[in-house]
C-alpha cells in the first residue's frame, strides 16, 4: 500500500489550478522522490564499502586487543592469590585490572525464560513480571465525550489533506514543471 503523505499546506510555491496541475505536480513528485531515492541508494553503497574497508583495517587490531585481554586475563588468574588477595583490584599506569564479584541468573537444565515466566504466571508471582504500560489511545477514543473529559481527554475530528503516489509510477510521460 502507498504510503500517505500529509503536507505542509503553508502558502504555494508553486500554482496548481486544476487536476491536471494536480496530476502533473504529483508526477513531479513522483520524479523527485526517485531521484532522492536514488541519491540515498548511491550514498548507502558508499557507506556500505567505507565500513567494509573499515572492518578489513581493523581486524587485525581487534585480533591483537583480544589476545592482549586473554593474556592479562589469564595472568590475573594465575597471580589471583598473590595479588589480589587485600584488595580486588590494582591501579596501574595505564590502566586498572581486577576482579569484581557480580551474580548472573540463569536457567536450571532443561529449563527456558519462557517456562520460567509462564511459571512465575501459573503461580500468580507478578511482582517478579515486567510489564510495559502505557495509553491505548485507540482504544480511548470508543469512550463517551464524558468519560473522556474525566481522564483529561477528548477526540478531535479534522480533515487532513494527504496524497499517494503509487509504488511505481509509470513515466509514459515526463512531468511538466510547474
Known amino acids: ?40 541508494l548511491g550514498v548507502a553503497e558508499q557507506v556500505d564499502e567505507i565500513k567494509t574497508r573499515a572492518a578489513a583495517e581493523t581486524e587485525p587490531i581487534r585480533l591483537e586487543i583480544a589476545a592482549l585481554e586473554l593474556a592479562i586475563g589469564r595472568f590475573a588468574e594465575a597471580n589471583k592469590a598473590e595479588l589480589f588477595s587485600k584488595k580486588k583490584s ?16 540463569k536457567t536450571l537444565k532443561k529449563w527456558t525464560f519462557e517456562r520460567v515466566l509462564a511459571t ?16 491505548d489511545k485507540e482504544k480511548l477514543k470508543g469512550l463517551a465525550p464524558e468519560t473522556l473529559a474525566g481522564i483529561g481527554c477528548t477526540v478531535v475530528q479534522e480533515d487532513v489533506f494527504y496524497y499517494e503516489l ?3 509510477p509509470e513515466p509514459e510521460t515526463q512531468p511538466s514543471t510547474l
Not at 590494582?90 to 541468573?105: D, H, M
Open 1 to 40: 500500500m502507498p504510503k500517505r503523505v500529509k503536507p505542509n499546506l503553508s502558502p504555494a510555491a508553486f500554482p496548481v489550478h486544476s487536476l491536471e496541475d494536480v496530476d502533473a505536480a504529483l508526477a513531479q513528485i513522483a520524479a523527485r522522490k526517485r531521484q532522492i531515492d536514488l541519491i540515498g
Open 166 to 168: 503509487p509504488e511505481q
Open 120 to 135: 512465575l504466571r501459573d503461580t500468580g508471582m507478578w511482582e517478579y513480571i515486567r510489564v510495559k504500560e502505557e495509553v
Open 90 to 105: 590494582v591501579q596501574l599506569q595505564f590502566g586498572i585490572v581486577g576482579f569484581r564479584a557480580s551474580s548472573k541468573l
